[in-house]
């Protein structure tokens, strides 16, 4: 009887992604319905990849597949299936009338849906090229608005971040995970195995002010700007040790973000000598990720400006990162800026 009673009570007090969508749009009786389908539709396709990500070596979806994409990188099985699964669902639910994915060069523009409000934009599957090695991936996505009098254009989908209206991303690893914003706070849904449903788990997510913790790829320090390496070496030799940094680097950007969102700390994605724009791309990886510490309560900068405030150019444009705790950022730009 007790464990009954626990269960309905559990019941009670879970809230879906479903619900908390909906929940969302009522508090705005001016909404059309339409952000919540597309949200929906995102939920959909992140449980399909979710299934096949956790399947994958059984199901023989791992290596490549065979070709390259846009960006020069090797495509591998779940890649093609990660992108397949984003844009159909999109599609079907009718609300999005431009696309922009990682792994297509050109615009997706959705001729049939002239009643879309949105523009989509997503890395199906970041971080694959740690597929193989079972490490955390996952799906990147962010939401604009477009005219629904305009011609949908590849132009719709060059908006600065600060129009973004939702972020988000799955993530793929000992549990999947919905991170979402919509522009009031950030939230985490986990999917339930028993239910199939993604559950409310961390309600109204906050980042530390300061953490001591930092996030960088090391191999590449002889390409770096002398003076992020001086930085770097200021957070791995403090004046006193209670200022010693901790270092964690996965190598998959949602992985790393999400750990920098929960714990605090900063993580860096530089420009270099090699890679004079950065390697990050600005629409669908760099601005969804920024929007989302934002409202966690960090900030995020390419160095100079505002990752939010800088306006396209082209699509797959790059950009330089860095992100994380508001104090963290704060001083790294003391030593970017020397004054």
């Known amino acids: 009887l007790n464990r009954m009673e626990s269960t309905q009570e559990e019941i009670k007090s879970s809230l879906t992604l479903t619900h908390f969508i909906l929940e969302q749009g009522r508090k705005h009786p001016e909404a059309t319905g339409q952000l919540s389908i597309l949200l929906n539709s995102i939920e959909i396709a992140s449980k399909y990849i979710s299934s096949k990500v956790r399947a994958a070596g059984l199901l023989r979806l791992l290596g490549m597949e065979g070709s390259t994409n846009v960006q ?39 001729s049939d849906q ?13 971080g694959s090229s740690n597929i193989d090695a079972n490490v955390s991936i996952g799906s990147i996505f962010g939401i604009y608005r477009i005219d629904p009098n305009a011609q949908p254009s590849a132009e719709a989908a060059l908006q600065p971040g600060s129009k973004l209206v939702a972020a988000g991303y799955t993530m793929y690893g000992s549990a999947t995970m919905i991170v979402l ?9 986990t999917l339930d195995p028993s239910s199939g449903e993604f559950v409310l788990t961390h309600p109204q997510i906050k980042t530390p002010k300061r953490k001591n913790i930092y996030s960088i790829n090391e191999g590449y320090a002889k390409f770096w700007d002398p003076n992020l390496a001086k930085y770097i070496e200021h957070i791995k030799a403090p004046a006193t040790d209670k200022d010693v940094y901790s270092q964690r680097y996965v190598g998959s950007m949602v992985a790393d973000v999400h750990r920098t969102i929960l714990y605090g700390g900063i993580f860096l994605y530089p420009a270099d000598s090699r890679a004079k724009d950065g390697k990050l791309r600005l629409l669908y990886e760099a601005n969804p990720m920024a929007m989302i510490i934002e409202q966690a309560g960090g900030k995020a900068t390419n ?26 950022i704060d001083e790294l730009m003391t030593f970017l800026h020397p004054k």
């Open 181 to 189: 914003t919509t522009g009031q706070g950030v939230n985490a849904f």
């Open 303 to 328: 160095g100079d400006t505002r990752i939010l405030d800088i306006q396209p150019k082209s699509i797959h444009q790059r950009t330089p990162v860095f992100l994380g705790s508001s104090e963290n």
């Open 114 to 126: 002239t009643n879309g409000h949105y523009v989509a934009v997503f890395d199906p599957l970041d």
């Open 72 to 110: 020069g990188e090797a495509v591998k099985k779940l890649d093609v299936i990660s992108n397949e699964s984003f844009i159909t669902c999109l599609k079907r639910s009718g609300m999005v009338r431009v696309m922009v994915s990682e792994e297509n060069e050109e615009t997706i523009i959705v």
